[in-house]
């Protein structure tokens, strides 16, 4: 491998950003392709593929072979709220191959019994996303239903372009938090992308219920990823 490609490849890993080493099996030169740089025809198809699976393999495009190997930063779920939604969320995101994190400020709630095996957080997000922040491969889920919990949170996901963002709550309750998102500098496109009411629309009406509606949505979002132009779900 080139010793710059391979100097770039690990300050893109290192940062969290996904990036692709295509390599042309005819006469060996490769080069890093980061996720959002344009590629034409079907190599650029391919690699748009790739980002989408995170699969690595060997191509046909344009008469040659190309080997592309992906190196995508793992999903990840932060929860703001460690409520009954948040128990039974955390499990079933982790056996799901997404690494759980639980935001909530309120002691009485974010406690080890309540979470076991979880990385959780008994402080306020503004402190926590100060020193862990949130990326692209990022989901966020806001589920306390409080805003001086959740509008903070949301704010910050909206900025870090997460590839998920929702929110629980009713349509009206969603119009008044659009309206002081509004506030806090957030744009009419930004807000389009929260997922409010939270979850896919499966009639869930239990916290184990909705927990499976959030993480089926999230994972959608995820597979769905530059997809969303042409309409179409992984």
């Known amino acids: 491998m080139d010793p710059y490609a391979l100097k770039t490849l690990n300050a893109e890993r290192r940062a969290r950003r996904a990036a692709i080493l295509v390599t042309d099996l005819g006469d060996g030169r490769d080069r890093v392709v980061r996720e959002g740089d344009h590629v034409a025809g079907d190599l650029g198809a391919a690699i748009a593929r790739a980002f989408r699976t995170g699969n690595s393999g060997s191509i046909e495009a344009e008469g ?40 909530d400020p309120r002691t009485a709630f974010a406690t080890r019994e309540r979470f076991p095996d979880i990385a959780l957080h008994a402080e306020w997000p503004e402190d926590v996303l100060k020193r862990q922040p949130l990326d692209s491969y990022t989901a966020l889920a806001a589920v306390t239903h409080d805003p001086k919990i959740d509008d903070f949170a949301l704010k910050a996901a909206l900025d870090a372009n997460c590839f ?3 929110a629980l709550g009713s349509r009206k309750t969603h119009a008044k938090r659009v309206e002081r998102l509004l506030t806090l500098g957030a ?18 009406a239990s916290p184990a219920e909705i927990a499976v509606a959030v993480l089926a949505q999230v994972v959608q979002a995820f597979r769905s990823r530059g997809l969303e132009a042409k309409g179409a779900a992984a």
């Not at 807000?191 to 979850?199: F, M, Y």
């Open 164 to 166: 998920y963002i929702g």
């Open 64 to 103: 040659r072979t190309f080997f592309l190997n992906a190196h995508l930063p793992r999903p990840r779920l932060v929860v703001i709220g460690a409520v009954h939604i948040s128990q039974a969320l955390a499990p079933m995101a982790s056996i799901a191959g997404y690494p759980v994190e639980i935001v």
């Open 187 to 204: 744009s009419a496109d930004q807000l389009a992308r929260i997922h409010a009411p939270i979850g896919l629309d499966i009639g869930a």
